[in-house]
């Protein structure tokens, strides 16, 4: 049974750093592709980051360049995002990911089968 696991959300102030954890069961988590999205209050879910299994390549939304970066761990089967210079703009519930079929557009919601019920990030002073 596929099962993911957000954690680390929390508020933090602007200009500050979190790092969220996705644990992953039933399946072994190098072998797939991994996304992170995200859904602010009254928005659609959006991709984040996503990492591809074939070639290891990583995607990131425009939004995020340079302040996110995403990281497996297989032997501890966990991906996680680590998010720096956080900005309200970054507040949202944040989900991971997966699906056992080949992903090709990895930012798109829609491509992913498997979803963890999320984490809250809020960035406020």
């Known amino acids: 049974q596929v099962q993911l696991v957000e954690s680390g959300g929390n508020l933090v102030q602007p200009g500050g750093s979190l790092r969220l954890s996705c644990a992953a069961s039933g399946f072994t988590l190098g072998y797939y592709a991994i996304g992170w999205f995200r859904q602010a209050p009254g928005k659609e879910r959006e991709g984040v980051v996503c990492a591809r299994s074939s070639d290891g390549s990583t995607v990131y939304a425009d939004s995020v360049k340079g302040r996110f970066s995403i990281s497996r761990d297989n032997a501890k089967n966990t991906v996680y995002l680590q998010m720096n210079s956080l900005q309200p703009d970054d507040t949202g519930v944040y989900y991971c990911?997966?699906?056992?079929?080949?992903?090709?557009?990895?930012?798109?919601?829609?491509?992913?089968?498997?979803w963890g019920h999320g984490t809250q990030v809020t960035v406020s002073s």
């Open positions: 990911a997966t699906d056992l079929r080949s992903i090709v557009r990895c930012l798109v919601p829609d491509e992913y089968g498997y």
